[in-house]
């Protein structure tokens, strides 16, 4: 239902893209998650189907969602990079059901 891809490691300052594919589904709401080491899973950003963008405060400025609609593929673009970014990255989705799904996780490792 939800292929998310694009981690990897990177040097504090740059930049990556994840990518979550979608599919079987109309969702209402998709979006990214993050889960850093002894940490709990937090809301990084969402987009609505209708609606606007939200981010969590500590990567506004930085990151950017957005949606290719016609490739079913939600993005979320992550530039000047920090080390307290490194967890791994969760796409997520909700159904018109009300039903939430969650994509494999993808490794973000920021260095310093």
């Known amino acids: 239902q939800l292929q998310a891809s694009g981690g990897g490691l990177v040097q504090a300052g740059g930049s990556l893209r994840l990518s979550c594919v979608t599919s079987?589904?109309?969702?209402?709401?998709t979006g990214w998650y993050r889960q850093a080491p002894g940490k709990q899973r937090e809301l990084v950003a969402t987009?609505?189907?209708?609606?606007?963008?939200n981010y969590a405060d500590s990567v506004k400025g930085r990151f950017t969602i957005s949606r290719d609609n016609a490739k079913n593929t939600v993005y979320l673009q992550m530039n000047s990079l920090k080390p307290e970014d490194t967890a791994i990255y969760y796409c997520?989705?909700?159904?018109?059901?009300?039903?939430?799904?969650w994509g494999q996780g993808t490794l973000v490792t920021v260095s310093s």
């Open positions: 997520y989705a909700r159904r018109i059901s009300n039903k939430d799904v």
């Open positions: 079987g589904s109309v969702f209402v709401i």
């Open positions: 987009i609505p189907a209708r609606g606007s963008t």
